[in-house]
């Protein structure tokens, strides 16, 4: 990772730690009043993100965060999902297709529609995980994979 794949964001002090990953949620009303909601505010909304680093230990005061905020590095966080079995090569660059069967009953419907992902994303296979075969209620042959940026 290089450092132009990371950003500088603030996050509650609490929550700041290395490895933490989070989905973005975007601005909240209790934002619009603060003086530090551009460095905040930078990711993208619905997206997950992960702490790379604690830029400095000095606390921020926060309308959210009691606690106050940090800043830190993050860097968009690999997502597990499913990929349809023929596209599931380690290495691989896909763009991002969630299955299309709709079942939202199945055990494995959130690892085949993950939060964080979009229809279309760009994306790279980083590590073939686990057949679905004998999971997917749809009969989909789908394969677990991670994804990167």
Same mark, same amino acid.
């Given at each position: 990772?290089t450092? $132009?794949?990371?950003? /500088? +964001?603030?996050?509650?002090?609490?929550?700041?730690?290395?490895?933490?990953?989070? =989905?973005?949620?975007?601005e909240m009303?209790?934002c619009?009043?603060?003086?530090?909601?551009?460095?905040?505010?930078?990711?993208?909304?619905?997206?997950?993100?992960?702490?790379v680093?604690?830029?400095?230990?000095?606390?921020?005061e926060?309308?959210?965060?009691?606690?106050g905020?940090?800043?830190?590095d993050? $860097?968009?966080?690999? /997502? +597990?999902?499913?990929?349809?079995?023929r596209?599931?090569?380690?290495?691989a660059? =896909?763009?991002?297709?969630?299955?299309k069967?709709?079942?939202?009953?199945?055990?494995?419907?959130?690892?085949?529609h993950?939060?964080?992902l979009?229809?279309?994303d760009?994306?790279?296979?980083?590590?073939?995980?686990?057949?679905?075969?004998?999971?997917c209620?749809?009969?989909?042959?789908?394969?677990?994979?991670?994804?990167?940026?």
């Open positions: 990772m450092e $132009s794949d990371t950003k /500088i +964001t603030l996050i509650g002090s609490r929550l700041a730690r290395e490895g933490l990953e989070f =989905i973005f949620k975007g009303p209790e619009k009043k603060c003086r530090l909601k551009n460095t905040c505010l930078n990711l993208e909304p619905g997206r997950r993100y992960k702490v680093r604690i830029k400095s230990n000095d606390i921020h926060c309308f959210l965060h009691d606690s905020v940090l800043a830190v993050v $860097s968009r966080a690999p /997502i +597990t999902t499913s990929v349809e079995s596209k599931a090569v380690q290495g660059k =896909i763009m991002y297709e969630p299955a069967c709709g079942k939202r009953e199945c055990a494995e419907y959130e690892t085949c993950p939060e964080g979009i229809k279309g760009k994306c790279k296979i980083v590590e073939v995980l686990e057949s679905l075969d004998s999971k209620e749809a009969g989909i042959s789908l394969k677990k994979v991670k994804l990167a940026w």
